[in-house]
């Protein structure tokens, strides 16, 4: 096995169909967005669809950005979508299963989730061999929110008295203004500190997280950089991805995202200063992701010279004084 066969590249493909290519105890964090299985898109709909209206629209979605696709409600409109959420759970174990033996003993695992599915994620990881250490919470700046009034939906039923009862009400849910995140870690011998000093993974770089003086909590406020270019639906902001990697990891060492999608978290390694492993299945997202991380390390490499050149130039001047 070539040792850096898969180290800072992002692969095209099923990710369940390499992953046991990588090197055993070598994947120091695993981070990863991965499909939430709520019928998002195509590529997020992980259970067998009996229902053609699935991924279509309605009037009311027509030109919305956030809901561009008809979903399944929760109730469901036939009786095998009863099974959607114990689906989703078997297909994230076909993977979970893999990445456990990948990962040093203490190693972190940070999983993004759906609100409404992250409890089979939850389970599937448990059921691979991993710990669950916490739920963290990534508030966003905004949240998309459509919910219909009950009123107007009786009003076109000619249910005048109704309208009026229920007037106010509303069908849906609270705006979705975050999203949850599991942290799992893979369990290990003896304590904490002797792992930390065998594995070099287990602890919290404390001092270098903290968020204007104050130390981190488990409910994270990260928002996209200004001139941060959005190419994925489920895209994540680079720094909130930068922020858990210098949590858990040391320069150097590896992450791994199975579901790495546009790259941002590739992109957040190199950033950092981290090696990184990546997959994407969708073609199109590969070919964008290798070339975000380009850009990235041309970005890094840029700014690397320029702190250089003025250490250099600050050694140069104190020899002079």
Known sequence: MNKDKFIDKILQGDCRKQLSQIEKNSIHLLLSDIPYGISLDEW????????????????????????????????GWSSSDKNIGKEYQDWVLTWSKSVYPLLKEGSSVFIFGARRTLHRVINAFEDSGFLLK???????????????????????????????????????????????????????????????LENEV?????????????????????????????????????????????????????????FIG????????????????????????????????????DLFSFKQRIEDQNFHISKVKNRTK
């Open 44 to 75: 997020d709909v992980l259970h067998n669809n009996t229902n053609s209206a699935l991924l279509g629209k309605s009037p009311a979605q027509e030109g919305k950005s956030g809901f561009k696709r008809r979903g399944k409600p929760i109730n």
């Open 134 to 196: 916490d739920v963290l919470a990534w508030k966003k700046d905004s949240a998309h929110h459509i919910a219909q009034r009950l009123s107007g939906v009786y009003e076109k039923r000619g249910l005048k008295e109704d309208a009026e009862k229920w007037n106010g009400w509303r069908l849906g849910n609270l705006a979705p203004i975050y999203e949850p995140i599991a942290w799992f870690f893979k369990p290990y011998d003896y304590t904490i500190a002797d792992n930390v």
């Open 202 to 258: 287990g602890a919290m770089n404390i001092d270098n997280s903290k968020i204007n003086g104050v130390s981190p909590t488990n409910l994270l406020e990260f928002s996209f950089g200004e001139n941060e270019v959005r190419v994925h639906e489920a895209q994540k902001p680079v720094s909130l991805l930068k922020y858990l990697i210098g949590l858990t990891t040391r320069e150097g060492q590896i992450v791994l995202d199975p």
């Open 262 to 297: 546009s790259g941002s978290t590739a992109v957040a390694a190199k950033l950092m200063n981290r090696k990184f492993i990546g997959f994407e299945i969708d073609e199109k997202y590969a070919k964008i992701a290798n070339q975000r991380v380009e850009n990235a390390v």
